[in-house]
Structure formats: C-alpha cells, structure tokens
C-alpha cells in the first residue's frame, strides 16, 4: 500500500471533484445567454436510429476567476438546481467570500438564472453535490476549510459542509461535520423520512466520527430535517478508502459508492491496488452487503443510481484489464457497471479510446437504457469528435450496456463533464466546466467557467402524414413533412411509380389500388425513412347505370369526369343526348362529382355546353 503525505491526503479527499481537472476547468454563473451550440461529432448516416444528441444550447457562467459545476439537479417548478465552486466576484458571481466558495444557481425552465449564492469563509470551500428539499429548498454539500463567514463550527482542517437553503437561495442554516482529521462531503440525498443522507470521507477518529479503520473511510452521515446528527457509519479498512455517490434503496436503506485500496476490515475480494466499491445499509446505517470489483489496476466508482428492475447502475473509471475488468482500450477508460440488488456483478462496460477516459455521473432513462456523462481526452475508440485536451463526453447506452451513441462538446481548451440530468422527451442536460472559448462553447468569462450545456437525442426523425387516406379516384392527397431536426431534402414515393421532392407535396391518385408510402428526408445528421405501409386505399366511385342503359358510365380520358354517358366506351353526341333527358336523375343518383364538368359543385346545363364542347 502506498502512504501518502497530509498534503496528498488532503488533495484526494478534498479536492478530486473539484480540482482533479482544474487545469482545464474553471466555469462562471450568473445571468448569461444561452448560446446556441454547433454539432461536431461525426457517424454513419445510415444510422439515424442511433443517433448522438444535438447541443441546442450552451451557457459558460462565472467571473475572471476559476469556477466549476460539479452537480445539478431538477426542481419541481421545472427549473434547475445546479452547484459549483467559484473563485471570482466579478462577472456573474457576487458576494465571494474569500479564495474558493461553494456557489449555488438556481435556473429557471427557460434557462435564465435566477438568483446566485456565495457561500463560505475566508479559507477554501469546495462544492460537491445538491438537492431539491421537499419544502421546495436546497440542501448543498461539500468541504470547507473556513471557520468564518457562513462557516461555524469547524472541527480543525476541514469539515464537511452541509447547507439548508430555502427558495430564494438565502441560509436557513449550515452543519460542519467531522473531527481534527481531514474530512468530506461527496454527495447528498433527501431521505424518504425527511432527513439527509450524506456520503464523504474522512480521516478523523474524533469529533463527529467513530470507528474509524486507519487512514481514509468511506463515511456515511445521516441527518434530521433540521440538521442534526443522528447516525454515522465509517466503512473500510487499513487502507485508503473514499465515498463518492449514494441513493436510496427500495426499503429506505442506501447503497453507496466509492473505492477501497484496502485489504481488511469492512473490505473483502479487494483484487489489488484500489477497487470500485459498493456498500449496501439498512436505515439505521447497519453494513448488509459490500462488493469490491475491479482488477489489478485501479478502479474507482463516482455515482450510483437504481435501476427498473431494483439493481443497481454504477459510474466510474479503471485502468486494469483483468479481474472483473475486460474490453480496456488502454490508460484510464470510463467503467460501468451493472448489479443485481444483492450487489452481484451481472455485466461491466469499458467505454474511451487509449488516452485518459472517465465517467462521473449515470442516471436512468426513462424510455429505457442510461446516460452517463464524464470526460475523454481520446481521439479513437469509442470517442468520437474530440475537439482538442480533454472534452467534456456524454454517452448514451441501452439497457445492456450496449454503446448506442456518444458525443464530444467543448473546444481546444479543456472541458470536463460532472454531473447529467434525464429531462423530458430525450433531453439532457449537463455540467461541468470547460477552459475553451471556441468550438461548442462561447462566452467563457476567463479561466474556467461553469458550464451547461443542453442535449437532445429527438433531434432528426422522418415522419409523415396525410389529409386523406382513403378515397375514390380521382383521389387528390396532401402529404405533410412532420420530420424534426431540419431536414434539408426529401424523397417522397407515393407507391404507384411516382416520386417527389417536395417538401409537403400534393399527390393525385388516379388508378384504384393500396398503396404504400415513404419518405426518406436528409439532414446534418444523415438521412432517415419512414414507411407506412399500405397507407392510402383508392376506389373507383360508384357510377351505375343511366336508366335505360345496359352499362354504366365511363371515364374514356382518365380525368376523373365520366363523359361517356352510354357506356359505349367513347364520348359522341349520344352521351349528349342521355346527359340532357337524366340531369335530375344524375343530380340525385351518380356522384356528382363525376358529372360536374365546369366544376361550379351542381348538375346543370352548363355541364352540357362543357360536353358538347368536347365531342
């Protein structure tokens, strides 16, 4: 096992979500446009069912400082919660307190931020995760280094840092949790009782912590509604162990996520060097079930979220290709995995090409399969698009693991992606903090700036429909183009041997027959057909016979007018004739349509100077 000094210490404790990229990620928040964003990645365009969503919008927040989002969330008004950490006070973040704030912004459903909060002391305060509360406030957590300010009760180095907020952004209250060591807050969950639930790490064995295992455990801290302590769990061994993500399970116990280098204690199977972690607890915070997974490299687990059938989805990164790692394409590569609910491995997936690749955060699509969003500085692989450094990187995958679609956002500086949020349809939005001013992203105040960027993966689909589908002949139809995702050609094949390249055509049926149509339609993102089969059914009308007349009516020209009125299969001045002694009984007894030769909607005698005209 390898020591590490206070200092390395503290740096992976504290700082890894926020600072592990913060070469390449300083983001900003405030009232800010929302930019427009250019598609970049490239793929087949045979195939348009899989495609990669399209950015409709990007916004870079923050000030000349250094600034990053590390999560969001959805709120019940339809906006969006969203937490980071900033250095600035100018731009978009106002009321710094000193070095690095927690800072909070809350978006409303048109992507206009309301209100930003600046939250901590004259030391460092880090940002890690937030939540909606079911009073319609925020709880936000993270890691403080102050002991001033909207900071009290620090417990020596730093604590972990829980605030209430109400709607508004303004400080209900504030909890440092901890001892004298070192310790942090990764992520937090409302609990189904109304309380809080939070994971960390620490380094402490006084103060808040008990039963501390050596060096760093992965920690749990539960809290009343109001803030108070009322359990805590430390969870490890001898080793280097750290908490990272949390949700609740089906009978309000909770399933935590993060890594182990340790060989005893609470940890068992470790495969070597450090393994993604899964730690299953009851409500009262009692250990049930864990499950070390990874291989002789290192492994690590970021997020965690339940599944439809009661398992659970994991988010993180490895470099090993044994163990229960396979399917490596080299250096680090964003893992995935799959348990059941006893936190047995049912499949793993290794997504990213030969350089440094990572996922950070995994939700559940509602339709099916998961989003997981993270970072990719490779160019090969599975990564295609990158734009330069590292790329903030989203990928879609089915409900096996299958890679459906990928897709790179940033510019040459370096971007990097923390957070995903399913909205409604097949939209995404994410978070993160990018160091480039080009390429998807526009308006960075300086350094690094908070950055969101919406997605949408409805973005190109043919689609179709008609006024009519059914009809006697002649049968006129109006198709209308009903594709998304700006279609810039269209094929139409009406299915009698005609072709169109309208875009909302009107196509004449004049033969009786079912007929099936498709539109094939061609965009940015390659082409897509829809087919109905069998769609439009035509008829001939139903002409009878005039009286006294063995045969009905014909059509001679195919016109849609019957001008033969005898039947005798051509139009003379006997079809006059049997039109002028029948006109009532026409009027009351053929489809007038047929029969209405100047097209005013009656039978008259105008109808017969018409006829007459054409013998």
Same mark, same amino acid.
């Given at each position: 096992?390898?020591?590490?000094?206070?200092?390395?210490? /503290?740096?992976?404790?504290?700082?890894?979500?926020?600072?592990?990229?913060?070469?390449?990620?300083?983001?900003?928040?405030?009232?800010? =446009?929302?930019?427009?964003?250019?598609?970049?990645?490239?793929?087949?365009?045979?195939?348009?069912?899989?495609?990669?969503?399209?950015?409709?919008?990007?916004?870079?927040?923050?000030?000349?400082?250094?600034?990053?989002?590390?999560?969001?969330?959805?709120?019940?008004?339809?906006?969006?919660?969203?937490?980071?950490?900033?250095?600035?006070?100018?731009?978009?973040?106002?009321?710094?307190?000193?070095?690095?704030?927690?800072?909070?912004?809350?978006?409303?459903?048109?992507?206009?931020?309301?209100?930003?909060?600046?939250?901590?002391?004259?030391?460092?305060?880090?940002?890690?995760?937030?939540?909606?509360?079911?009073?319609?406030?925020?709880?936000?957590?993270?890691?403080?280094?102050?002991?001033?300010?909207?900071?009290?009760?620090?417990?020596?180095?730093?604590?972990?840092?829980?605030?209430?907020?109400?709607?508004?952004?303004?400080?209900?209250?504030?909890?440092?949790?901890?001892?004298?060591?070192?310790?942090?807050?990764?992520?937090?969950?409302?609990?189904?009782?109304?309380?809080?639930?939070?994971?960390?790490?620490?380094?402490?064995?006084?103060?808040?912590?008990?039963?501390?295992?050596?060096?760093?455990?992965?920690?749990?801290?539960?809290?009343?509604?109001?803030?108070?302590?009322?359990?805590?769990?430390?969870?490890?061994?001898?080793?280097?162990?750290?908490?990272?993500?949390?949700?609740?399970? /089906?009978?309000?116990?909770?399933?935590?996520?993060?890594?182990?280098?340790?060989?005893?204690?609470?940890?068992?199977?470790?495969?070597?060097?450090?393994?993604?972690?899964?730690?299953?607890?009851?409500?009262?915070?009692?250990?049930?079930?864990?499950?070390?997974?990874?291989?002789?490299?290192?492994?690590?687990?970021?997020?965690?979220?339940?599944?439809?059938?009661?398992?659970?989805?994991?988010?993180?990164?490895?470099?090993?290709?044994?163990?229960?790692?396979?399917?490596?394409?080299?250096?680090?590569?964003?893992?995935?995995?799959?348990?059941?609910?006893?936190?047995?491995?049912?499949?793993?997936?290794?997504?990213?090409?030969?350089?440094?690749?990572?996922?950070?955060?995994?939700?559940?699509?509602?339709?099916?399969?998961?989003?997981?969003?993270?970072?990719?500085?490779?160019?090969?692989?599975?990564?295609?698009?990158?734009?330069?450094?590292?790329?903030?990187?989203?990928?879609?995958?089915?409900?096996?693991?299958?890679?459906?679609?990928?897709?790179?956002?940033?510019?040459?500086?370096?971007?990097?992606?923390?957070?995903?949020?399913?909205?409604?349809?097949?939209?995404?939005?994410?978070?993160?903090?990018?160091?480039?001013?080009?390429?998807?992203? @526009?308006?960075?105040?300086?350094?690094?700036?908070?950055?969101?960027?919406?997605?949408?993966?409805?973005?190109?689909?043919?689609?179709?429909?008609?006024?009519?589908?059914?009809?006697?002949?002649?049968?006129?139809?109006?198709?209308?183009?009903?594709?998304?995702?700006?279609?810039?050609?269209?094929?139409?094949?009406?299915?009698?041997?005609?072709?169109?390249?309208?875009?909302?055509?009107?196509?004449?049926?004049?033969?009786?027959?079912?007929?099936?149509?498709?539109?094939?339609?061609? @965009?940015?993102?390659?082409?897509?057909? =829809?087919?109905?089969?069998?769609?439009?059914?035509?008829?001939?009308?139903?002409?009878?016979?005039?009286?006294?007349?063995?045969?009905?009516?014909?059509?001679?020209?195919?016109?849609?007018?019957?001008?033969?009125?005898?039947?005798?299969?051509?139009?003379?001045?006997?079809?006059?004739?049997?039109?002028?002694?029948?006109?009532?009984?026409?009027?009351?007894?053929?489809?007038?349509?047929?029969?209405?030769?100047?097209?005013?909607?009656?039978?008259?005698?105008?109808?017969?100077?018409?006829?007459?005209?054409?013998?």
């Amino acid at each position: 096992m390898t020591t590490r000094d206070p200092y390395s210490i /503290a740096v992976a404790v504290m700082l890894t979500l926020c600072l592990v990229q913060a070469a390449f990620a300083e983001v900003s928040v405030g009232r800010t =446009e929302r930019h427009p964003a250019v598609p970049s990645s490239r793929f087949s365009p045979e195939d348009a069912a899989v495609l990669p969503p399209v950015p409709e919008w990007q916004a870079a927040c923050g000030g000349s400082g250094w600034d990053a989002g590390v999560d969001l969330r959805s709120t019940g008004d339809g906006g969006v919660i969203a937490v980071g950490s900033s250095r600035s006070d100018d731009g978009e973040v106002s009321g710094n307190h000193g070095h690095t704030d927690i800072w909070v912004v809350k978006i409303d459903a048109d992507g206009t931020p309301l209100w930003q909060r600046c939250l901590g002391g004259s030391g460092d305060d880090y940002a890690a995760g937030v939540a909606e509360t079911v009073d319609g406030g925020y709880i936000a957590v993270g890691t403080t280094w102050s002991c001033d300010g909207d900071v009290c009760g620090n417990h020596g180095g730093c604590d972990l840092w829980v605030v209430k907020l109400d709607d508004s952004g303004t400080l209900l209250w504030q909890r440092c949790l901890g001892g004298t060591g070192l310790d942090s807050g990764s992520a937090v969950r409302p609990s189904a009782d109304g309380g809080y639930v939070i994971v960390g790490s620490t380094l402490s064995s006084d103060g808040d912590v008990c039963g501390n295992h050596g060096s760093s455990d992965l920690w749990v801290v539960k809290l009343d509604g109001g803030g108070s302590l009322l359990w805590q769990a430390c969870l490890g061994g001898s080793g280097y162990d750290e908490g990272w993500g949390i949700t609740e399970t /089906a009978d309000g116990g909770y399933v935590v996520v993060g890594s182990v280098a340790s060989p005893d204690g609470d940890v068992s199977g470790n495969h070597g060097s450090s393994d993604l972690w899964v730690v299953n607890l009851d409500a009262a915070g009692n250990l049930r079930w864990k499950s070390a997974l990874g291989g002789s490299g290192g492994d690590y687990g970021y997020d965690i979220c339940r599944t439809a059938d009661g398992g659970y989805a994991v988010a993180g990164m490895t470099d090993s290709c044994d163990g229960d790692v396979s399917g490596n394409h080299g250096a680090w590569d964003a893992w995935v995995v799959r348990l059941d609910a006893d936190g047995d491995l049912l499949w793993q997936r290794c997504f990213g090409g030969s350089d440094l690749d990572a996922a950070r955060s995994i939700r559940r699509v509602a339709g099916g399969g998961y989003v997981v969003v993270g970072d990719t500085y490779s160019i090969d692989g599975d990564a295609d698009g990158n734009h330069g450094g590292c790329d903030l990187w989203v990928v879609g995958l089915g409900d096996d693991g299958t890679l459906l679609w990928q897709r790179c956002c940033g510019g040459s500086g370096d971007d990097v992606g923390y957070a995903v949020q399913p909205g409604e349809g097949e939209r995404y939005t994410v978070i993160g903090a990018t160091g480039s001013n080009d390429g998807d992203v @526009s308006g960075n105040h300086g350094h690094t700036d908070l950055w969101m960027v919406g997605l949408t993966t409805s973005a190109f689909h043919a689609a179709f429909t008609a006024n009519v589908t059914e009809g006697t002949t002649p049968l006129p139809v109006q198709f209308s183009d009903l594709s998304t995702g700006s279609p810039f050609r269209w094929r139409w094949d009406f299915g009698d041997g005609t072709v169109s390249a309208d875009q909302s055509p009107v196509h004449v049926y004049t033969s009786a027959g079912t007929y099936t149509v498709s539109l094939t339609v061609t @965009s940015l993102f390659g082409r897509d057909t =829809e087919i109905k089969t069998d769609y439009i059914t035509v008829t001939d009308p139903a002409v009878l016979p005039l009286p006294g007349y063995a045969d009905p009516p014909t059509d001679p020209d195919g016109d849609g007018l019957y001008e033969d009125l005898n039947g005798n299969g051509r139009l003379d001045f006997a079809d006059v004739v049997a039109y002028f002694d029948n006109m009532e009984w026409i009027a009351d007894n053929e489809p007038v349509d047929c029969f209405d030769y100047n097209g005013n909607g009656r039978i008259d005698f105008n109808d017969i100077v018409v006829l007459f005209e054409e013998i």
